[in-house]
């Protein structure tokens, strides 16, 4: 069993229920991205592919705060990593228009920072591999508010939610001696919305651009 989360006091499958129930908002956030993307005619393949990650984090973290195995722990990981990539390539195809290479030699720098960051995985509670997130939702959240007409100010409460996330994902463990549930249930409530923030910026940012992967309609 690994236990990591103040609110796990034991080894059975519900000894973590808020961690485990909370995680339903991602479900929700995939929905919401879903229904947005369709009535903006949006739904490309890889607007397709984050709706289904979306779901996917919410699977694997809901395997992990209730299993808490080494599996379960790949499994939660992962969906997160693909995601991020998967975001950080389309937009940078789509909004920023950049080609492949440039696009590939920005996730590479990502990957890198985020596998140093994987280094002290006391440090900030684990938080710490997120600090590459932080910095590329900022940087772009700036990009998009720039140059973006639609949905311009997405990206930026996005980076405002997230940073709200992995502060509560921080503290989860130094609370327990006076809030014995823990905070990190306040993460998982926080980051679905900041993903259909994400989404959001996405869809409606790149309406009348020319997307790297395309459905049979055009969009």
Same mark, same amino acid.
């Given at each position: 069993?690994?236990?990591?989360?103040?609110?796990?006091?034991?080894?059975?499958?519900?000894?973590?229920?808020?961690?485990?129930?909370?995680?339903?908002?991602?479900?929700?956030?995939?929905? !919401?991205?879903?229904?947005?993307?369709?009535?903006?005619?949006?739904?490309?393949?890889?607007?397709?592919?984050?709706?289904?990650?979306?779901?996917?984090?919410?699977?694997?973290?809901?395997?992990?705060?209730?299993?808490?195995?080494?599996? !379960?722990?790949?499994?939660?990981?992962?969906?997160?990593?693909? *995601?991020?990539?998967?975001?950080?390539?389309?937009?940078?195809?789509?909004?920023?228009?950049?080609?492949?290479?440039?696009?590939?030699? /920005?996730?590479?720098?990502?990957?890198?920072?985020?596998?140093?960051?994987?280094?002290?995985?006391?440090?900030?509670?684990?938080?710490?591999?997120?600090?590459?997130?932080?910095?590329?939702?900022?940087?772009?959240?700036?990009?998009?508010?720039?140059?973006?007409?639609?949905?311009?100010?997405?990206?930026?409460?996005?980076?405002?939610?997230?940073?709200?996330?992995?502060?509560?994902?921080?503290?989860?463990?130094?609370?327990?001696?006076? *809030?014995?549930?823990?905070?990190?249930?306040?993460?998982?409530?926080?980051?679905?919305?900041?993903?259909? *923030?994400?989404?959001?910026?996405? /869809?409606?940012?790149?309406?009348?651009?020319?997307?790297?992967?395309?459905?049979?309609?055009?969009?």
């Amino acid at each position: 069993m690994i236990d990591l989360y103040c609110e796990r006091v034991g080894p059975g499958l519900w000894a973590e229920p808020l961690n485990a129930v909370t995680n339903a908002a991602f479900f929700l956030a995939a929905w !919401a991205a879903w229904s947005l993307a369709r009535r903006a005619h949006a739904l490309s393949i890889g607007t397709w592919v984050l709706v289904a990650l979306i779901v996917t984090v919410g699977i694997g973290s809901s395997l992990f705060h209730t299993f808490a195995t080494a599996w !379960a722990r790949v499994l939660d990981a992962v969906p997160i990593l693909l *995601f991020q990539l998967s975001y950080l390539w389309l937009y940078g195809r789509r909004i920023i228009k950049l080609g492949a290479v440039s696009t590939a030699g /920005l996730l590479a720098v990502f990957v890198m920072a985020a596998y140093a960051g994987r280094q002290f995985p006391h440090t900030l509670n684990g938080s710490l591999i997120y600090a590459p997130a932080v910095l590329a939702i900022l940087g772009l959240g700036v990009y998009h508010y720039r140059t973006q007409t639609a949905a311009r100010r997405s990206l930026l409460a996005a980076a405002a939610v997230f940073v709200v996330a992995v502060f509560f994902r921080t503290v989860d463990g130094a609370v327990c001696a006076t *809030f014995p549930l823990g905070t990190h249930f306040l993460w998982h409530l926080l980051i679905p919305v900041a993903l259909y *923030f994400f989404m959001r910026s996405l /869809l409606l940012g790149g309406a009348s651009a020319a997307p790297p992967f395309r459905s049979n309609d055009g969009t």
